[in-house]
């Protein structure tokens, strides 16, 4: 089983701010790897598939960056609305597995 | 639009089963593959069944490999999961999600339902 590790686990910023996340693979996962956004009481939202794709609808301060083990999810300039947790996903081999999760909080 | 609607969640005691449907509209849903999430405080996500778009590919996590099955029915554009044997450790909030980019089963996922509760305890 491939084990993804988010750090950090929370992240505090004031609005306007960078915030830079981070997953590593146990293994490598190639750029099959997807960064989801969570607020309380919803599912998760897809805003990055295979690495650096954004998707559809996901506004262009939201990027990825990463291949193999090391994968990063920044965003330029954080808006009131980004405050959440994310969480990454891989999809190299079964079974599918996802990361612990970073909560970007207001500071 | 697409939408995806679980139902079927309820409070069930350790043994019991249960099956969980998922009613999804606005996507050519033979060409997707389908998954179920779960989610709980202390684990976070977890990935526990996918099925191919024509059904007739399953995977399972091992944690519920042997009481669980994936299935679905094209023709309602539905997808289930039946829950047996059920422990603690199942209570979660199930969610159904669509597979992403099409012509995949290690997908990632591009719509959620909202989730359904299943709570099991005595």
């Known amino acids: 089983e491939i084990v993804l590790t988010q750090s950090p686990a929370t992240l505090s910023l004031s609005p306007g701010e960078r915030a830079t996340l981070s997953c590593r693979a146990s293994?490598?996962?190639?750029?099959?790897l997807a960064w989801y956004q969570q607020k309380p009481g919803q599912a998760p939202r897809l805003l990055i598939y295979d690495a650096s794709k954004r998707a559809t609808g996901i506004p262009a301060r939201f990027s990825g960056s990463g291949s193999g083990t090391d994968f990063t999810l920044t965003i330029s300039s954080l808006e009131p609305e980004d405050f959440a947790l994310y969480y990454c996903q891989q999809r190299s081999n079964w079974p599918l597995t996802f990361g612990g999760g970073t909560k970007v909080e207001i500071k | 639009e697409v939408q995806l609607l679980e139902s079927g969640g309820a409070l069930v005691q350790p043994g019991g089963s249960l099956r969980l449907s998922c009613a999804a509209s606005?996507?050519?849903?033979?060409?997707?593959?389908m998954t179920w999430v779960r989610q709980t405080p202390g684990k976070g996500l977890e990935w526990v069944s996918t099925?191919?778009?024509?059904?007739?590919?399953?995977y399972y996590a091992d944690s519920v490999k042997g009481r669980f099955t994936i299935s679905r029915d094209n023709s309602e554009n539905t997808v289930y999961l039946q829950m047996n044997s059920l422990r603690a450790e199942d209570t979660a909030v199930y969610y159904c999600?669509?597979?992403?980019?099409?012509?995949?089963?290690?997908?990632?996922?591009?719509?959620w339902g909202p989730g359904t509760l299943v709570t099991v305890s005595s």
């Open positions: 293994q490598s996962v190639s750029s099959y």
């Open positions: 099925l191919s778009g024509a059904g007739g590919t399953t």
């Open positions: 999600a669509k597979g992403f980019p099409v012509g995949t089963y290690l997908g990632a996922f591009d719509y």
């Open positions: 606005g996507f050519t849903f033979t060409t997707y593959a």
